[in-house]
């Protein structure tokens, strides 16, 4: 028997606002992923959601898990794009 119901499965279509401005600013197309986030509690509010972040997943929580210094600026700059674009307008 589970030991919990697990996570619900979620997708953000490929047209949302949120996804083709990721996708523009990361220059890489969106993919699914085999994996669970919050995101589909979020998804439930009413929110665009997309999971994204520094980082490879083959290092993620992981005994000796780490992140790489130049990984971090160019998270910084997606994520100040990302405030220019959806709280500031621009």
Do not use: N, Y
């Not at 589970?2 to 996708?23: I, K, N, R, S, W």
């Not at 523009?24 to 969106?30: C, D, R």
């Not at 509010?45 to 520094?54: F, I, K, N, R």
């Amino acid at each position: 028997e589970p030991l919990f119901d697990g996570v619900p499965p979620f997708e953000t279509a490929a047209d949302a606002a949120l996804v083709q401005a990721c996708e523009k600013l990361t220059g890489h197309p969106a993919q699914a992923v085999a994996f669970a986030t919050e995101a589909p509690w979020l998804q439930k509010l009413g929110m665009e959601t997309l999971v994204m972040g520094p980082g490879s997943i083959d290092q993620a929580h992981q005994p000796d898990e780490f992140l790489a210094l130049s990984q971090i600026q160019p998270s910084v700059d997606i994520l100040r794009g990302l405030i220019r674009r959806f709280c500031l307008g621009r």
